[in-house]
């Protein structure tokens, strides 16, 4: 009998050893020898290689050669933003298990988290309801305010304890009244970037937007950023 527990320990521990962090659903281009990883998270009812998430995560890759990890968030056939609230809780489920691929799997150990519009509301409420500590930096783009907790963007970045950039446009009032409301932030470590001439959508300007975040990034890591 003992013979048999000591077996049963064993081929547990040995289970253990083998247990491997799944890839979340969504896009993923290594950083090969990076320590270095930034996961996005899409807007509303898009997805991992939509516009913003798209651009973002192949400049980065490239031109830093970290790791990124474009999520699939969740999709609702609602147009309405405050129906997104109770998906919040699969959403951050996605974003640890992307936190739990890239330390374990990849040997990860500098995280930057991004979000764009619903996206940002996401990852902003995750970071306020889920400090990291491997997690450095967030990159907001297209930050909004309004629905209270946990969707207000703006309410969320004030508990965040971060280095933070913050992308708005200026073509679309909410994103112009939102980005000003969020003045009182600025700082050392909270860097707003206004795209002139953008709507929220930033269609028609992502060499401007992949700029600012790169250029950030790089200021971050001391323009030695592998």
Same mark, same amino acid.
Do not use: C
């Given at each position: 009998?003992?013979?048999?527990?000591?077996?049963?320990?064993?081929?547990a521990?040995?289970m253990?050893?083998?247990a491997?962090?799944?890839?979340?659903?969504?896009?993923?281009?290594? $950083?090969?020898?990076?320590?270095?990883? +930034?996961?996005?998270?899409?807007?509303?009812?898009? $997805?991992p290689?939509?516009? +913003?998430?798209?651009?973002?995560?192949?400049?980065?890759?490239?031109?830093?050669?970290f790791?990124? &990890?474009?999520l699939?968030? !969740?999709?609702?056939?609602?147009?309405?933003?405050?129906?997104?609230? !109770?998906?919040f !809780?699969?959403?951050?489920?996605? #974003?640890?298990a992307?936190?739990?691929y890239?330390?374990?799997?990849?040997?990860v150990?500098?995280?930057?988290?991004?979000?764009?519009?619903?996206g940002?509301?996401?990852?902003?409420?995750?970071?306020?309801?889920?400090p990291?500590?491997v997690i450095?930096?967030?990159?907001?783009?297209?930050?909004l305010?309004g629905?209270g907790?946990?969707?207000?963007?703006?309410?969320n970045?004030?508990?965040?304890?971060?280095?933070v950039?913050?992308v708005?446009?200026d073509?679309?009032?909410?994103?112009?009244?939102?980005?000003?409301?969020?003045?009182?932030?600025a700082?050392?470590?909270?860097?707003? +970037?206004k #795209?002139?001439?953008a709507d929220?959508s930033?269609?028609?300007?992502?060499?401007?937007l992949?700029?600012?975040?790169? $250029?950030? &990034?790089?200021?971050?890591?001391?323009?030695?950023?592998?």
């Open positions: 009998m003992k013979r048999i527990l000591a077996l049963m320990v064993i081929m521990l040995s253990g050893s083998l491997q962090a799944e890839m979340p659903k969504g896009e993923y281009l290594a $950083g090969k020898d990076s320590a270095k990883a +930034v996961i996005l998270a899409h807007g509303r009812g898009q $997805g290689d939509s516009h +913003v998430v798209s651009p973002l995560r192949k400049s980065i890759n490239k031109e830093l050669g790791h990124t &990890l474009s699939q968030m !969740p999709v609702l056939s609602s147009a309405k933003y405050l129906d997104y609230a !109770p998906t !809780p699969d959403a951050f489920k996605a #974003i640890q992307a936190i739990d890239l330390t374990t799997e990849k040997g150990t500098r995280i930057y988290l991004m979000g764009y519009s619903m940002a509301r996401i990852t902003t409420a995750f970071l306020v309801e889920r990291t500590p450095v930096g967030y990159i907001g783009v297209g930050l305010e629905g907790k946990p969707l207000d963007a703006n309410q970045l004030s508990s965040i304890r971060l280095p950039i913050d708005f446009a073509k679309t009032p909410l994103d112009l009244k939102s980005a000003e409301n969020r003045r009182s932030l700082s050392d470590t909270f860097t707003q +970037v #795209i002139s001439g929220h930033f269609r028609g300007y992502d060499d401007q992949v700029q600012a975040v790169i $250029g950030w &990034l790089k200021e971050r890591e001391g323009n030695t950023p592998r």
